[in-house]
Structure formats: C-alpha cells, structure tokens
C-alpha cells in the first residue's frame, strides 16, 4: 500500500515553519509559490523539498508581487495554493491581497512576522504587522488572520486557515511570530482520516445559468467554478455584478460587492473566531496576548494565582475578524486589562474600542528581547 | 423580406455578446487583434473550455471581459505572474496573456523576462499602442524618442524597450512582431503560436488615434494605418536587435522559433522523478 506522504502521522520534532509546511501539505495544498525572506525561507524551503512527494508544485517566483499573483491564479486552476513571507514581502503581496479578497479566491498567505519598518530586523521577532494584515491593501474587505503561539498550533492552524479559505472564498493569514517559526519542539501529526478537511463549494447550476459572484446560501459565499470546467466564466478586480461583468459606475453595484466582501465574514464572526480562556471566570484582572507573547503571559497568571491575585488570560487565536465577544464577556467585571505585544501598539486599539471602560494597561516591546513573566507579572500586581 | 434571426457575426460564438459594444475608441487597434486571436483559435477549433484568457490593466487588458472563454482580469503588470500559476496548477489549459505595452513591460517587465527565462508555456500578444492610453495619454516604456505624449509635452526624452528584441534575449521560444494592418500575417502568426509548446510573444503595434496619434501628427485611424502600411518592412528571422521601430521603419516578422524543454515539462517529469523515488523507498 502507497503511504501517504502528504501526512506524515506520528510524533516529530520540528520547528514552527517546518510544521506550518507540514500542516500545508496535510490540509490539501499542491501550489506554493514564493520569493526567499528570513524568517519564513525554511517554509520555501521544505516546500520545495516535500512537494514533489505529493504530486504538487512549488515554484520560486521573481518576487513578492508575483508570488500572490501565482497563487491567485493557481486557486482559480482549482489546488489549494500558499505563500510564505515576512514583513517586507508582505508589503509587497497587499496589492494582489486585495484581488484575491475581490475575486474571492481561496489562499493562504503566512507572514512570519519580523521587526520593521522597512527591512527593521531580519532574523528578530515582532508582531508588528498584525494592522497591515487587516488594513494593508486598499478599499473596504475583511479577511481571516490566525495566530499560533506553539510549533502544535503553527500545524494545527495551518490545516485551518486552508480550511477557512476554502469556506469563505478568501485570503487567509496565518501570523506567525519569528520566536514561533524557529522554535522547535513536539508536534504530532494525527491520521489523515482524523484531520477535518473543506472544499470550496462547487456550481450546482450547468454553465450556462452560473453567475460566479451569487452567493448561495446564508453565508454569502459563491460557489466556485474553476478554469477548464466549461462555466466560460470571467472576474476581475474591477468593481462587478454577480456575472462578473465590471459595473464600476454604478453605486448599487458597489454597495452590494462591498458589503458582501465584508459580511460575509462579520455575520460568521462566532463560527470563525477562537480564543483560548485560561481562568478567566473569576478574573479581576486579565491578560490578553496572542502568538509568543501568550505563553509568558500564561506563566505571569498562575504565579498572580499563587499570590491570591484573580488574574486570567485570554489568548488570541483568531486575530482578524476581531474577537469581539470573547472580550466584551469579561471586560465590564475586570478591573484591569493588560495587554503585552512585540509592537507600538496595535491590538491594544482594538482592545480600547471594546472594553471602553476598563483600565488597560499596555506593555510594547521592541527589539530582541521578548516580555518576562515577571513584567507581565508587574502589571497585574499594579492593581491590588 | 430580411430574416433577422438569420443575422450573425462570424465570431460570435467566441465574444460574450452581453459585453458588446467595447470601450474602445474609433480607430483603435484592439478589435483587429481580438479578432485575429479568435480567428486563430476558430481555425485551430481549439476546444474553448481548455483556453484561458488573462489580461492585465489598460484598454486592450477589457479583451478578457470579452471573450467567451475563461477569463481573468488581473491587477496591473501581474497577469504573467497570474498566468504562471494557472499553467502550473493546470497543464492542460491553453493559457494566453494578452495585455498592453505598459502593463506587460514597464510595471509588469519584471515577470515578462522571468517567465521567458523559464520557457513556461503561456503565449502573450501585446497591444504595442505607444503609450498609457487608458489614463489618457502618457509617455510609456515604448513611447519613441521625441514623441509627443501628455507627459512627454516637450518631446519624449527616453530612449524606448525594442520588445522582440527584449523577449529574444529572455529566452522566448517563438517571437514575432506585427502590425494590424498586417492581419493574415498575425492570424497566422497567431495560430502557430497556439500550437507551439514553450513562452510566445506576439507583439502586435496597434494604432491609438485618439490618445496617441492626435498628438503626433496622426490624427485618424486611416491615418495610423496608412503609416503602418507605409513604414513596415517584412525582414523574418532577421536579427531581433536590429528590428527598429520608429516613425520611418518599423521591421516585422517572425525572429524566433526554437525548441528547448518546457518549464512545466521539466518541472513534472522532476515531480515523477522524485514520486518514483520515494515510492522505491518505501
């Protein structure tokens, strides 16, 4: 019997990257195309190496720009694509993300995020970008942005963000930080018959009836032809009706586009979004921290717990659509909110806007060094 | 007494008819390329399910809206790099890429040369109208020297891309330059490249009246044509770096038409290669 080699069930030892690739290859993708960047070339890297093994392709492109334009395309062909990058290839990429978030075309984009601006600090963990992958290309549309913070999760997550592509019609990120990508530890890849796949819906209509743009369903999400199946079928990033003919003079046409864009995601925010509660019930003061930064803020809660301090963190793992209730749930009772992140501040707004009347404290952290429990500790003893 | 619904265009069956009539003005260049290309695929009888059309920004990148076949409009310059990732996903599709002067080789130049360099098999026919006419008119990368263009006022200052020339030395497997006054020539042209396996180029200079030739002494498209007709000169296989265009001669023909592997070939003979070997391990 043929192993299967796009799964490789059993207990290994690998790193963030390598486990992110591996989650790929055990989701169904068969089209990376990507351009060498640190921290995310060991991505490219296993890819090319793992790919021919199944049958897919892997293809190093020019650059960024041509990179998420390969994938786009490859999606429209019909095979669950993927790139990889860091900071400044992102930026690079938020053109065609704003195609694919037009034309709907399933993929998914991991950034594993470095410190910037610019080319900032290559080889340092930050989590700076987790703004522009909601904001970075131009117009109004929503996408999905996951957040692992353990070499488990960047497999797990990795599955899901495939699978959140292919439901939803959209780009998905996964927003890894540089601390996760290379850290290396147990990650056990379950049986395939054990590992929750998702289809892009397909035309239940012949050719001739297909309007590529209608949605059907209360998800409003279209079912996806794909090239070569006979639909003869057109899209475009121009503003279009749901034939796909550019309409971009008429004001209703664009409303309807727009705000399905964006819906479609709003109206599934409870069935996409997930957040880990760590003894939050009973939480006077909580922590909320997502990637990396999660894990000193685990440490920070149970050494606040054996000082009697009623502390509890919420780990972000949905980070786009907002986790909005997850928040909103505990933020009237908690009497402080602290909020660490390898950045300026950037969740730490969105924090603001919801939990509008409680005491937030923010940590920012730049540069190499990642926050101590002992800091995060500081800040939520700062309230008895 | 006239049977209406006896009336049809011979090409019909391969324009979305919805989309008609264009946008294009009076004059332009790009109908007479739409219709060489379906003329070519008519003569072929290509089967239109297994083609796809991709085009980038512009005026000739509309033509993907209006053919009946599958059809994607990019982002600007980004079509080659779109098209690359069709052709691999699916090696069965007919890809072509037909897209302007500016979109394909100023913000697009990039992954023209790559995807020539890899000899990967999509066939890319550009509209070479002089200028970005869409935004109304301004000097591009194949503007002539002194040409008049909204942002060239004084006379275009640099020095314009040779384009068969470029895509030879990328490595193009088949190269050719026509004009629309020459369309059996380019439907031929055109059809050859079809049947052809490897990177194809076409490029096709196309008269813009209303944007580029009104600025330039040519203010009609008979006018354009009539210069087409007047300053082109048939030298095939003739050295691409000598092929000049400019407003007194304008050298076309096929220049290149060589065999080398494939990039998919290689890359899926590479894919079966690497199966076998792993299944031996096993």
């Known amino acids: 019997m043929t192993k299967n080699r796009a799964v490789l069930t059993g207990e290994h030892f690998l790193s963030g990257d390598l486990a992110c690739a591996e989650g790929a290859l055990a989701a169904g993708c068969r089209f990376f195309a990507g351009y060498p960047i640190t921290p995310a070339t060991e991505i490219a890297e296993r890819m090319a190496l793992r790919l021919p093994e199944v049958g897919g392709i892997y293809i190093q492109m020019e650059d960024e720009l041509a990179s998420m334009a390969a994938i786009i395309g490859a999606s429209y062909a019909g095979l669950k694509s993927m790139t990889a990058t860091s900071g400044p290839g992102f930026s690079l990429m938020q053109e065609n993300i704003g195609l694919a978030a037009m034309t709907e075309a399933p993929c998914v984009v991991v950034n594993v995020m470095r410190g910037g601006p610019s080319t900032g600090q290559p080889t340092k963990p930050g989590q700076q970008d987790v703004m522009q992958a909601k904001w970075g290309s131009h117009g109004d549309y929503e996408i999905i942005a996951l957040s692992p913070n353990s070499v488990q999760e960047a497999f797990n997550l990795t599955i899901e963000a495939f699978n959140l592509s292919e439901a939803y019609r959209v780009p998905v990120f996964l927003l890894m930080d540089e601390s996760v990508a290379h850290m290396w530890e147990k990650v056990v890849i379950p049986r395939a018959e054990d590992i929750k796949l998702v289809n892009r819906k397909k035309p239940s209509v012949p050719p001739g009836e297909y309007a590529p743009f209608r949605p059907e369903g209360d998800d409003l999400v279209p079912p996806m032809a794909c090239f070569g199946e006979g639909y003869h079928f057109h899209a475009t990033g121009l503003t279009h009706d749901e034939l796909g003919n550019p309409k971009t003079d008429s004001p209703e046409t664009q409303f309807n586009l727009v705000s399905r864009l964006c819906e479609k995601i709003r109206r599934n925010v409870d069935k996409i979004t997930k957040t880990e509660k760590v003894m939050l019930d009973d939480a006077e003061v909580a922590v909320i921290a997502y990637g990396v930064v999660s894990r000193s803020a685990l440490s920070a809660v149970k050494k606040a717990r054996e000082k009697g301090i009623k502390a509890g963190l919420l780990r972000l793992i949905t980070l786009w659509p907002f986790p909005e209730r997850h928040i909103a749930e505990f933020a009237d009772r908690a009497k402080r909110i602290v909020v660490p992140e390898l950045n300026y501040g950037q969740i730490v707004r969105e924090v603001e806007r919801v939990a509008k009347n409680a005491s937030i404290k923010f940590l920012p952290k730049l540069g190499e060094d990642l926050h101590t429990p002992s800091e995060i500790l500081k800040a939520l003893e700062e309230i008895e | ?282």
């Open chain 2, 1 to 282: 007494m006239v049977q209406h619904e006896n009336i049809f265009h011979p090409m019909e069956v391969f324009l979305r008819k919805s989309r008609i009539p264009h946008i294009w003005c009076s004059g332009c260049g790009n109908g007479i390329i739409l219709h060489s290309f379906t003329e070519a695929v008519k003569e072929l009888e290509m089967d239109l399910d297994k083609i796809v059309v991709v085009s980038g920004i512009g005026c000739i990148g509309r033509v993907a809206g209006y053919v009946n076949m599958d059809s994607f409009h990019t982002t600007h310059g980004r079509a080659i790099a779109f098209a690359t990732g069709v052709k691999l996903a699916n090696p069965e599709l007919t890809v072509v890429v037909i897209s302007g002067d500016g979109d394909l080789f100023a913000i697009g130049g990039n992954h023209f040369i790559h995807a020539a360099r890899r000899n990967i098999d999509i066939k890319v026919i550009c509209a070479n109208n002089f200028n970005y006419g869409m935004t109304g008119g301004q000097q591009g990368p194949t503007t002539p020297l002194e040409a008049y263009t909204t942002t060239s006022p004084y006379g275009n200052i640099e020095h314009p891309f040779n384009l068969v020339h470029l895509a030879a030395a990328s490595g193009a497997t088949y190269v050719a330059r026509w004009t629309t006054i020459h369309v059996r020539r380019l439907t031929a042209s055109i059809q050859k490249m079809l049947q052809k396996r490897g990177f194809g180029f076409i490029e096709v200079i196309s008269p813009c009246p209303e944007i580029y030739g009104r600025r330039n002494k040519m203010r009609t498209g008979l006018e354009m044509m009539n210069w087409l007709k007047k300053v082109s000169t048939i030298k095939n296989f003739s050295d691409p770096a000598k092929a000049e265009v400019s407003r007194e001669k304008i050298v076309i023909g096929e220049f290149v038409d060589t065999e080398k592997p494939t990039f998919e070939t290689i890359l899926y003979e590479t894919i079966r290669w690497v199966q076998e070997k792993a299944e031996q391990g096993e």
